[in-house]
């Protein structure tokens, strides 16, 4: 039977009866995607515009009520525009750059993101998730419309897998009834509690921490007048816990987040009144309507590896973190961009099976560094032992007066990208001066060219992008094309400090997701070769 | 490598020792404590070398 756990906010994805289900023996499919959440939604896009065929099955019609991720990050929504949607997503999200940290009563300090100029993304957008995953579902029906072969299944719930030599046989349950189909490479997108990581019993380690969040979105009623800003409480004295935090999204809807301890009555502290309760001691007396509220508690957990043979884990199957930073959602997408390109490569015999490995390091990085990074900020807002709780106050006070104490504030580190340090697939980083922002491993900086964005001409399939000097407009080895962006630094000094640095000239090699794979003071084409070589795991 | 000053840098030694405890006269345990924390956060920021810092936090946890 299949039994849905969450209500739809959009039902975007209806079930329609497949011919696979008619069929006797179990169709092959090249890829199959579990889990058309944000993560499996967007894996289906880089796959479709890489023109490979993809097939997305979601146990359910649509995208869940229910906000759960507000903060998207820049790096994030390049990704979402590599795909054909950061524009959309931006238009609708909430920009914010004030943030405000208060302990108990007093107001600690206030900061600004203070936006770098030369960007076409800010820093972070707020979006209710459902918003989010409706940009990538509306991209995916544009993209279905021009041909891409992509395809979504609503209410077909994967129920076993089987692993077999070059591919993993799944039945399927739907409304009709259970049927078979088989797929080459099977990705993994089916959410934190992964019933496929189960199914293969596969471990998920790491710590759970013991305490619970109540989260309740509100319409602000009347005239109360709350700022597009980001107010954290340290042991706010209004209402009890340990922290709360206030933000904006958009259509008036605030979001307030209260820390209330492990040994809480779901149940009971779910009632509209108890919400209410503490809603109305943290307002005072302002008029709200109750949009959405949920109870949840976190881990900070990762899989060993992402790759399992010919099954791929990407989001919060692959791993989870404490929402203090804002890096679930986020850091999926960079887990999409990184694998959608590798597994094209070697869907098309491009590039060996091996490549796929490095998903998982490059990723398992990813992950460490984002657990650690929530973690920390979790041990901050949460002290674990006395001595830690002395200390966290010590911050706080400073902080209020003393400027080098408010690095020391922890209330979340915001989502950053990850930059593959010694990644598996780095060539040279042999442009002397170069800046440290565009080394090797590091994903791309935005940057203005000639009234368009430098991001926006990268991304897809690997390219050379030169500055100040040229090379051939397009290169074939192998059968990977690499085609050439050339661009001037004259007069464009955000360029010349993101790309050039001390150097006089240079030659990037960008990877298909927008990573520099090496980098030089000028063009050699047996460099490129190499260089090209070792970032698709060639030997 | 820069290095921690162990050699004695303090110019009146005994001033300094009854200046320190005085700062915590009258106080609580909880109150001396938050001072001893805040003190340490404001002595560490002013060396800032973190070179230095580690052979101080090394120092102080041999017994
Ligand atoms: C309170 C809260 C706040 C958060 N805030 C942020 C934030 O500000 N920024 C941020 O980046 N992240 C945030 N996150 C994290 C973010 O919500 C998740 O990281 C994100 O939803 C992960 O997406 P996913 O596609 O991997 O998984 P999911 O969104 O969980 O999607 C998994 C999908 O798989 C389907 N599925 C499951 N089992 C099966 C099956 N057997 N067969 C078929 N389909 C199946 C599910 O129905 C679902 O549609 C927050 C999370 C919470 C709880």
Redesign the pocket.
């Given at each position: 039977m299949l039994q849905d756990?969450y209500q739809l906010a959009h039902k975007v994805y209806p079930y329609e009866r497949s011919p696979d289900q008619d069929r006797d023996s179990a169709v092959r499919h090249p890829v199959v995607i579990?889990?058309?959440?944000?993560?499996?939604v967007a894996l289906a896009l880089d796959l479709g515009q890489q023109n490979i065929p993809v097939l997305v099955?979601?146990?359910?019609e649509g995208i869940?009520l229910g906000s759960?991720?507000?903060?998207?990050?820049k790096r994030?929504l390049e990704i979402a525009d590599r795909y054909g949607c950061g524009e959309p997503m931006l238009e609708k999200g909430v920009v914010w750059n004030l943030g405000k940290v208060f302990h108990k009563d007093a107001k600690v300090f206030e900061f600004n993101l203070l936006p770098e100029s030369g960007h076409q993304f800010p820093a972070f957008i707020n979006l209710q998730?459902p918003y989010f995953e409706l940009c990538l579902v509306e991209r995916l029906r544009a993209l279905q419309a021009e041909g891409a072969p992509i395809e979504i299944r609503g209410k077909?719930?994967?129920?076993a897998v089987d692993v077999r030599n070059d591919h993993a046989a799944l039945d399927v349950m739907t409304p009709d009834g259970p049927y078979k189909i088989e797929a080459d490479w099977l990705v993994a997108?089916?959410?934190?509690n992964?019933?496929?990581r189960d199914m293969l019993g596969l471990g998920f380690t790491g710590k759970v921490f013991q305490d619970s969040?109540l989260?309740a979105d509100i319409r602000m009623k009347g005239d109360a007048e709350f700022p597009t800003e980001r107010w954290f409480w340290f042991e706010p004295s209004h209402g009890e816990g340990a922290s709360t935090l206030l933000h904006k999204q958009p259509d008036d809807i605030w979001r307030v987040d209260f820390q209330i301890g492990w040994d809480v009555d779901r149940t009971e502290e779910l009632k509209e009144a108890n919400v209410r309760r503490r809603l109305d001691a943290f307002l005072g007396g302002a008029s709200y309507e109750l949009v959405w509220s949920?109870i949840?508690t976190?881990q900070c957990k990762r899989m060993d590896s992402f790759r399992h043979d010919r099954i791929l884990f990407?989001?919060?199957?692959a791993h989870q973190v404490s929402?203090f930073g804002?890096?679930?959602?986020?850091?999926?997408m960079q887990d999409v961009d990184n694998l959608g390109w590798k597994l094209g490569l070697v869907i098309q015999g491009l590039a060996p099976e091996v490549l796929l490995d490095t998903y998982s390091e490059e990723r398992v990085y990813g992950a460490d560094e984002n657990i650690l990074n929530s973690t920390r900020s979790t041990d901050f807002i949460t002290p674990k032992t006395e001595i830690s709780k002395i200390f966290r106050d010590a911050v706080l006070t400073l902080a209020r007066k003393a400027k080098f104490a408010r690095p020391l504030v922890n209330s979340g580190r915001l989502?950053i990208p990850c930059i593959y340090d010694d990644g598996p697939l780095n060539g040279p980083d042999a442009l002397e001066g170069g800046p440290a922002v565009t080394r090797v491993g590091a994903p791309m900086v935005d940057a203005p060219v000639d009234g368009a964005w430098l991001l926006g001409q990268f991304g897809g399939g690997f390219c050379l992008l030169t500055i100040n000097t040229e090379a051939p407009e397009i290169l074939d080895f192998g059968g990977i094309p690499v085609s050439c962006v050339s661009v001037s630094a004259h007069d464009n000094p955000e360029l010349g400090e993101r790309y050039l640095g001390a150097a006089k000239t240079a030659v990037y090699l960008i990877r298909p997701d927008q990573h520099v794979a090496a980098r030089w003071d000028s063009f050699d084409e047996t460099e490129v070769r190499k260089a090209l070589h070792t970032a698709i795991g060639r030997t | 490598m820069n290095t921690l000053n162990t050699d004695a840098n303090i110019a009146k030694p005994d001033d300094f020792y009854a200046r320190l405890l005085a700062l915590h006269e009258g106080k609580s345990k909880s109150e001396s404590d938050a001072i001893n924390a805040r003190l340490v956060l404001i002595l560490c920021n002013h060396i800032g070398d973190s070179e230095v810092l580690e052979q101080a936090f090394e120092l102080a946890c041999e017994n």
């Open positions: 756990r579990v889990g058309g959440g944000p993560i499996g099955l979601d146990d359910h869940g759960r991720a507000i903060c998207f990050a994030c998730q077909n719930s994967v129920e997108c089916d959410g934190a992964s019933p496929l969040f989260i949920s949840y976190f990407a989001g919060d199957a929402p804002a890096r679930g959602a986020n850091s999926g989502s | -």
